[in-house]
Every structure is written in structure tokens, then in C-alpha cells.
């Protein structure tokens, strides 16, 4: 860097005196035709353009335009035209700064808490030198917008201030390094606004604009109805659009949103390097304004008082550019050659090329396509291929190569890098690239040498890593930002992990993230890095996320507890501790149904009983109907009442689908036979079963011989006749005999079990009067579930639900209106809505369901899970192995996954609390994996909010314990 000295005798050279009249500037004619040709040749038709002007000696020597300022109007461009100049707006604000500090409104060297106290705790020892020469480390305001997912939210500045200030860190310590960004500038023009009573507009107007003569320079809130302004356009696939509504945005005050004319801009550029100025400060001002930043150590940053000063093509330049809302501009001066160039587009697209070229030609410089001293080949250029990787801002670059050249991917635009030497490549905005050789064990490097360099500039070659999206899950979920105050959710879609803004909602468009290293993703049309962090265990508990080349650098998310299991944890209790809950869960339900995902769990089993133990003492429930047939439970039921039955008989009635008597069971009917025999009349328990089906032994005798034995103690000429033509029904009768039936023979039994049962409610008075209740009832309702025996054949055997639910309706009538049933039952019978994972895919009717629907009761109904453990099948009448096994976790994303995850190992969880609406809803709502040991082990689908009204889990699961009885065969 030239020192200051010199710098300003050059610049007294370059644009002239405003106080005194100069010589007109020697013109070079064949610059003059190059360069007008230049211009022509840039004109397209129909398309938007730019305005374009040279000094030297601080005189225009060029002035042209091309294209059209209104496409509508057809209006063409001309240099006399408005156009917004976005961040070239940082001079004049830097400026205001330095004006408003010689007014002694703030000191440039002051802390800017000072000016901001609501300023975050984690944004310390900023001053305003460092906003005005970006060695501030705060995050830019408008990535912060974007990244929030709500732009509507900023439009404003107090809404784009509130954004920055609760922001809790930096992208480095103040004054430790230079890297651009637009936040200073809008902190400088609220701290103007503050210091002041004026806006950055008016400051500006009354200290810079007019005693400049910049008649035509405004912010774009302002109105200048009476100037003529060239709208500006983006280009849209194959149209154009126009942008206009976006230029007056006041959020972007300080850092752009100023317009004006080459004209008005040309008095600027001469007021900076003349002898005199009429601003406040004079040359001293001017002078400070073109005078580099520095860092905390001393060292001089590339930039100004909103002002360039990295070289061009070797030769020292001070400039600045400028993009924004289809406004693009550059003004480049050259100090040594008395030189100013300046284009002004409203095209949207980057004015650099377009400036460059024009500067290339008044400083005679050759073509850069002249600069190539070598040709590579394709396979020397293959050389450089791949991907590397800059380590501070974790910022790639994809290099390709193709014929005579390189295309690189840093950015969501891929450049053309032309060689310029072996290891030196420059793309078309004189951006300089060099390649280094590896040196043992180190990888090779990519070097920005010129230009804009990203972090340290100094780029390793990787090698991506490759995750399958089983891998990839790991990173799924929310995260959420304090400072954005926003959730990303995460999700793998077709074999990638997505993210979306989640507050915009499942359609939104998604960041599509490619993976780089371990834990590290990029998004390279979107210009974002994102860094996952794990705790000392290994678990993924947030992330870091780069954004817009270091403009955004590790702003942190949190992983946010997924919020169904954060609702989960906070519904739901340790039954081991209290069953109090329960009371509510149940309220006035006269049923209260248990179920259970496996036939042969010991945990759930005693989870049964304590269940029930606590319904009968503290609410008042009389009766236990079980999933076992209705004539093995009465030899049950019988020893509940302390009847003269043997126990191990009274056992094996408890049949639950298992071929084998149990202690659990034996526990079950011993403190219900403790209870009673303890209890008042109207509080003792009742033992039922719900199933036509039997055990082992032939289920058509053991529901058709009691009814035929009773009605041949009142009536043995009807028993005869009856007995004759039910006689297929007191062999071994099962499922398979029965279809081995004639239509005729079905119809046959079908006709004289009915007839059966009708003979029972014709005499139904007159033999309760010759007997009692109790031996009528038994033996009516062997006839009826006889009947459902053979309607359970007809369908098929899909009767099972149906008969168990009209035989929890006859449960409910024996207890009269003051009892309340106990049900139990495998999940899949009390579940209010299932799916079973049938090849038809139908869904079938549930016994709980089904009695919902024709009893006028409430009922409850409460779904056992498990997650591991060890079973082992007692199913011994489908042949199936009694051997233990071991369970392996459940399957992800299944109900009983979820609940493991919670942590505890048992827990009670409420569904009646759901919210009605959002993402909980959702997830309970929608159909889950439910875990399912029964004769085989799967999964079903179920909807949980629909199919229960509250969960229990237990984590760990094992056998049950056989009931050890003496002489009996060892299980």
C-alpha cells in the first residue's frame, strides 16, 4: 500500500480541483472508438443495460448508454438517468459518519454500546471504526433475514435493528479481521438516527448531497418525482421482471438503497481527491475517507470509509461495487493514471465485466485472454480436479476440468478459470487462483492469490465422504436457533438429507445438503456449510451453520427435543411410583381395558394385576373379563368365590391364549379370592372370559354339553332332541371339521343351536323359578356362545371380536348398572382402531370398537408396549418352538421406538391430553408401527390418538413364570 502522502499528490493529478478550471484531458481517439464500440456491442435488443462513464483529469471523456430503461415505455438508457448504486451507498454513510463525528455528535473510536445499549451481552468491544471498516464480526442482516425464513418480519428498519441486537455472538472478535459485510452500515445509520435527530436521508442530504451539487442523488424512500430513473429488471428464465418495488426497502438503509446519476456521482469522485471540499473537514475529511481501516495488532485492512483499495490487475485502485433489487454498479478510480471508470446497469447482472473491459482499454491493458503463457491439455488439467475445502469457514470449491480450462464451483454461479501460467488460473472478475503441490502428507492446495478471498483463502483437497441414509437418519430431527428465533427440521428424502424452515411448512422448499466430511454438509446452490456437533458420547446435539461466504459464520442451533417426545415426557408418569394418575385417565369409564402387545410377558402380566388390584380398591371395579373362553372361566370364577375348586383347575381357566398355567395367573385369582372373601357383598370381583374358543380341549362339548345337561334337568324329552341334532357339536369340533361340512349340515346346526338358544328364553322364568339365577344364566349363555362358535366358523373365523364383544355387553348386564369391568385383552382386541398387516389391508373391527359403538358406556382403553428383552412362546397348539429368545430393539420410528427413547424404563403415558392440533396431533394421528408377539412376531399399524387412550411401556420384558403343579408335565 502506497503511503497517504503520496496518494494524495497522485490524486491532486487525477481528477482536478473543484476550485480551479482545468485543461481539457488529453483524449486518446482510439480509445475513444474501441471503447464506443465496446458499448454497441453490449446492446441487445429489448434488454435492459447500463449507463457507463470515464474521467480522467476529473473531466468525462466518455459518457454512453445501451438498452432500455422502461421495457414497458421502450424507454432507452441514457447517462443522465437514475440508478440505484446499492452498496456503493457505504461511501456516503461512511462519510455521514465522519462528518457527524467532526460535528462531535460520537467519537469514531467509541464503543458502540454507547449508541446501542440493548445490544446482546455476546457483542462486546465493537467501536464505530469497526462497522465502518468491516472488522466489526457481526452478522449480516439481510443472511440473518433470508436464513430466519420469515423476510416479511424485517421490512423495516426497528424490526431489522431488534433482528441484530438480540443476536448472541459474532463471526469473530471485533478487530481481528476484515471481512465484508452490510450490518456495520446499518448500525452506523441507526447510530446517526440516534446521535443526530435526523435519518441517514436527511443527514445526508444537508451535509454531503447539496453542498455537492448532487441534485439528483436520494434514498429510495424519497421521492424525486421529477428525475428521470431507469427501472431495474432480473432476468427470469426468458423474461424479465421487474424489481422496482424492492429498491425503496428502508431495512437496507446504510448499507444500500441510494440512487443517482453519473453526473452526481462524478462530483463525489472528484470532491474525494480535490485540493479543496466544501464538505465539513475539507481535505483533511476526503482524505480520512480514502485512509484504510486497521485490525487491533495494526495491520491495514483493504478497505476504507466504504471505499476498495485491493489492486486491479496489479495496478492500485480504489473502488467499490454494488448489487441489489436488478441495480448493478462498480466505480473504479485509478489514482496513478488519473482514471475513473464508473457503470451504473439495471440489467441484474454484475457490472465488473463490463467496467473492466472499459478500463482495460484506457489503461492499454492486453486482453486477458492474452496473458496465457500455456495451453494445458485436458488430462493435465485433470490434475487439479476435486474437491477442496477451506477450514475456517468449512467453504468448498468443486473443480472440473474441461478443454483448455477449469470450472469451479464455489458459489451458486460456476466460473471459467483461463490459465495464465502452469499453477495459475484468473476467472472473468479478475479473481486469481494458484495451486500448490502437496508436501509429505499434506494434501494439495487451492490458493486465492487476487481478489475476494473466502476465510484463509487457502483451500485442501478432500475427499466427500459417502453415508447411506440409514446413516444419514442420525441427523434428522429439529433444530432451533435462539438467534434466528427459527426451527430447521430435518429429513431424508429419496437417499439425501433435506432441511426446511419448519415454520414454513412441509411444501416449503428445502436445502438440499450433500455430505463433505463427518458431520459436515453442504448446499452449494444455496451457499451454506452446516457442521454437526456431538456431545462426549457421540450424540448429535446441533449444529453450526456458514452462510453466504463467512457472512454468517457457526451461528448455532440447538437440537431441539423432538417435540413428540418432549410432549410424551411431559404427559406421562412412572406407574411404579403412583397410580394415581389412573383415577383421571379412567374418570367415570364403567370399562377400563387393558391390552397387551405379547401373549407371554411376565412384566405385563403383573402390570395386569396391580392395574386391576387398584381399579377394585380405589375405584370401585367388580368384575375382570379376560381374552379366554367362557367355559374354562368359570371353574375360575368359582374359586374367586371361594368355592370348593381346585386351584391349578381354577388356574388353567385363565387362558389368555396360552396353552399353560401360570403363577401369574395363580397370583390374579388368589388376591381376587382374598379380596372377596374380605369384601362387602356389593364391592366383591367377578371372573369372566370372553371367547367362544377353548383351550386344547373340543370346544363345541364345552359350551353345547352344559346348556344340554341343564335343559335335560328340566326337560329330558327336549334335551333328547336337542342332543340328537347337535350331536356333530359334542365330538372334537374345530375350525377344520366344520368345514368339512355339507352347506346342508351347517345350516342344520346352525338352525338347532338357535333353537336351543330360543327354548332358553321361552322357559326363562319358569326354570329360574325351579332353579336358581345363577345355574340359568351359566347355562343360557353356554347356548349362546355355542351359537357364536359356529357364526365364528361361518366367517371364517373372524368372529372372535364380534362374539367378544356382545359377551362384554352380557358382562356388563350381570353387573347391573353399578359395576365396572376390568377388560384384558391382546392389544389388537382392545384397540379402538387398528390395521392389521393383512395382504387385503382392510381394516377389522376391534372388540372394543365394536362394543363402543353398541353400548351406552364409556370405556377406556390402555395399549401395553415393550421394547427388549427375552420371550418365549407357549402357543404349544400351533407347534411353535418353546425356546427363549432375545428381542432386538424396535424397529425406528415405530410407536414402541418412541417410547424407549424417553428414557425411563416405565412409564404411563395420557393420550387424552393431545392437543387437538400441530405437530403432537400429527404424529399420534397418523399411523405407527406397532410391536406385536402373537403367533408370530411383527408389526401392526395402528393410529395411536384413535386407538387408545393412554400407553404403557415397559422396556424390559421376560417370560412367564409356569405354574409349577406336582404330577404335571414339566413346560
Not at 367377578?686 to 362339548?701: C, I, K, S, V
Request: one cysteine or more.
Amino acid at each position: 500500500m502506497r503511503s497517504l502522502t503520496s496518494l494524495m499528490v497522485a490524486a491532486c493529478l487525477l481528477l482536478g480541483r473543484l476550485d480551479v478550471v482545468t485543461a481539457s484531458p488529453q483524449i486518446d481517439q482510439a480509445d475513444q472508438q474501441r471503447a464506443r464500440e465496446f458499448v454497441r456491442s453490449l446492446d441487445r435488443p429489448g434488454e435492459p443495460g447500463c449507463a457507463l462513464g470515464v474521467m480522467r483529469d476529473g473531466q468525462w471523456i466518455l459518457k454512453e448508454a445501451y438498452g432500455l430503461a422502461d421495457l414497458d415505455k421502450r424507454t432507452p438508457n441514457t447517462p443522465e438517468l437514475v440508478f440505484g448504486i446499492a452498496s456503493i451507498t457505504k461511501q456516503f454513510t461512511a462519510a455521514a459518519a465522519a462528518i457527524a463525528a467532526e460535528q462531535r455528535y460520537f467519537s469514531l473510536d467509541d464503543d458502540i454500546r454507547k449508541y446501542l445499549p440493548e445490544l446482546s451481552e455476546g457483542l462486546t468491544g465493537i467501536t464505530i471504526q469497526d462497522l465502518i471498516h468491516h472488522t466489526n464480526g457481526l452478522r449480516d442482516h439481510g443472511s440473518l433475514v433470508t436464513l430466519s425464513g420469515h423476510a416479511e418480519r424485517y421490512q423495516t428498519l426497528e424490526a431489522r435493528l431488534a433482528l441484530l441486537l438480540r443476536q448472541t455472538g459474532t463471526n469473530f472478535p471485533a478487530g481481528t479481521e476484515f471481512r465484508y459485510g452490510n450490518t456495520g452500515y446499518l448500525f452506523l445509520a441507526a447510530i446517526l438516527e440516534r446521535t443526530t435527530g435526523q435519518s441517514l436521508s436527511q443527514f445526508s442530504e444537508r451535509n454531503i448531497f447539496r453542498p455537492l451539487g448532487m441534485r439528483d442523488t436520494y434514498f429510495g424512500t424519497d421521492t424525486r418525482k421529477n428525475v428521470a430513473r431507469a427501472l431495474p429488471y432480473s432476468h427470469d428464465g426468458n423474461s424479465w421482471r421487474n424489481t422496482d418495488a424492492q429498491v425503496a426497502e428502508p431495512a437496507d438503509f446504510g448499507s444500500g438503497g441510494l440512487l443517482t446519476t453519473l453526473d452526481d456521482y462524478g462530483k463525489w469522485a472528484r470532491n474525494l481527491f480535490a485540493l479543496s471540499s466544501p464538505l465539513l473537514g475539507g481535505t483533511r475529511l476526503t482524505a480520512q475517507l480514502r485512509s484504510p481501516g486497521q485490525l487491533r495488532d495494526g495491520t491495514a485492512v483493504p478497505y476504507a470509509f466504504g471505499l476498495r483499495l485491493d489492486p486491479y490487475r496489479g495496478i492500485e485502485t480504489i473502488a467499490h461495487s454494488g448489487s441489489g433489487a436488478g441495480y448493478k454498479a462498480l466505480a473504479m478510480m485509478f489514482p496513478k493514471q488519473r482514471l475513473a471508470v464508473i457503470g451504473f446497469c439495471n440489467n441484474g447482472a454484475y457490472a465488473q465485466p463490463v467496467v473492466m473491459a472499459l478500463a482495460d482499454i484506457y489503461l492499454h491493458l492486453p486482453p486477458e485472454s492474452n496473458e496465457h503463457t500455456v495451453t494445458p491439455t485436458l488430462s493435465e488439467l485433470r490434475k487439479f480436479e476435486g474437491t477442496y475445502r477451506e477450514p475456517v469457514l468449512r467453504l468448498p470449491m468443486r473443480v472440473r476440468a474441461e478443454e483448455s480450462a477449469l470450472a469451479i464451483e464455489g458459489d451458486a454461479l460456476t466460473y471459467r478459470f483461463q490459465p495464465i501460467s502452469p499453477l495459475r488460473f484468473r476467472n472473468e472478475e479478475n479473481v486469481v487462483i494458484e495451486f500448490a503441490a502437496a508436501g509429505p502428507g499434506q494434501s494439495p492446495q487451492l490458493r486465492q492469490v487476487q481478489g475476494r478471498k473466502y476465510g484463509s483463502g487457502v483451500f485442501e483437497r478432500i475427499e466427500p465422504v459417502k453415508l447411506t441414509p440409514p446413516e444419514l437418519q442420525a441427523y434428522t430431527g429439529d433444530y432451533y436457533s435462539t438467534d434466528l428465533q427459527a426451527t430447521y427440521r430435518f429429513t431424508v428424502e429419496d437417499g439425501k438429507l433435506v432441511a426446511r424452515i419448519a415454520e414454513a411448512g412441509p411444501d416449503s422448499d428445502a436445502f438440499q445438503l450433500q455430505p463433505l466430511l463427518r458431520d459436515e454438509f453442504v448446499s452449494m446452490p444455496d451457499r451454506l456449510v452446516l457442521a454437526f456437533n456431538r456431545d462426549g458420547r457421540g450424540a448429535i446435539v446441533g449444529l453450526k451453520l456458514t452462510y453466504q461466504f463467512g457472512w454468517i459464520t457457526d451461528l448455532p442451533f440447538h437440537r431441539a427435543p423432538d417435540p413428540v417426545a418432549a410432549w410424551s415426557k411431559q404427559h406421562s408418569f412412572d406407574p411404579s411410583k403412583t397410580l394415581e394418575p389412573l383415577q383421571e385417565i379412567v374418570g367415570d369409564a364403567r370399562v377400563l381395558a387393558f391390552g397387551e402387545g405379547t401373549h407371554n410377558a411376565h412384566e405385563l402380566w403383573q402390570w395386569r394385576n396391580r392395574l386391576f388390584r387398584y381399579a377394585v380398591e380405589h375405584l370401585g371395579f367388580t368384575a375382570l373379563a379376560a381374552e379366554t373362553g367362557y367355559a374354562q372361566a368359570i371353574a375360575a370364577d368359582d374359586y374367586v368365590l371361594g368355592r370348593p375348586v381346585p386351584a391349578e383347575l381354577a388356574v388353567r381357566g385363565v387362558f389368555s391364549w396360552v396353552d399353560t398355567p401360570f403363577e401369574e395367573n395363580r397370583e390374579l385369582l388368589d388376591w381376587m379370592r382374598d379380596w372377596n372373601a374380605r369384601a362387602e357383598p356389593a364391592r366383591q370381583v367377578r371372573f369372566y372370559g370372553l371367547e367362544m374358543t377353548g383351550n386344547l380341549d373340543p370346544q363345541g362339548a364345552l359350551l353345547v354339553q352344559p346348556a344340554l345337561d341343564y335343559l335335560r334337568a328340566m326337560d329330558a324329552k327336549r334335551a333328547a332332541a336337542a342332543s340328537a341334532l347337535l350331536q356333530p357339536l359334542l365330538a372334537d369340533f374345530e375350525m377344520e371339521r366344520y368345514s368339512r361340512l355339507s352347506n346342508a349340515r351347517r345350516n342344520q346346526l346352525s338352525v338347532a343351536v338357535q333353537d336351543l338358544v330360543t327354548l332358553f328364553e321361552r322357559f326363562r322364568v319358569v326354570w329360574i323359578e325351579r332353579g336358581s339365577r345363577e345355574a340359568f344364566d351359566r347355562a343360557y349363555r353356554h347356548a349362546v356362545v355355542a351359537r357364536q362358535l359356529l357364526e365364528h366358523f361361518k366367517l371364517n373365523g373372524d368372529g372372535r371380536d364380534i362374539a367378544a364383544a356382545d359377551n362384554l355387553r352380557w358382562v356388563l348386564e350381570q353387573q347391573g348398572q353399578r359395576g365396572r369391568v376390568f377388560l384384558f385383552a391382546h392389544n389388537s382386541h382392545v384397540a379402538k382402531w387398528r390395521k392389521l398387516p393383512a395382504d387385503d389391508g382392510q381394516l377389522h373391527s376391534t372388540m372394543v370398537e365394536l362394543a363402543r359403538s353398541t353400548l351406552d358406556v364409556e370405556l377406556r382403553s390402555i395399549g401395553s408396549l415393550y421394547d427388549t428383552g427375552s420371550t418365549k412362546d407357549w402357543l404349544g397348539m400351533f407347534g411353535m418352538s418353546r425356546e427363549t429368545r432375545t428381542l432386538e430393539p424396535s424397529t425406528p420410528s415405530s410407536l414402541n421406538d418412541m417410547l424407549a427413547r424417553l428414557g425411563p424404563s416405565t412409564l404411563l403415558l395420557d393420550l387424552r391430553a393431545l392437543p387437538s392440533e400441530g405437530t403432537v396431533y400429527d404424529w399420534f394421528s397418523a399411523e405407527r408401527r406397532i410391536r406385536n408377539i402373537n403367533i408370530r412376531e411383527g408389526y401392526d399399524l395402528t393410529r395411536p390418538a384413535r386407538a387408545f387412550d393412554a400407553l404403557l411401556f415397559e422396556r424390559d420384558i421376560s417370560p412367564l413364570r409356569p405354574l409349577v403343579v406336582k404330577g404335571a408335565p414339566d413346560h
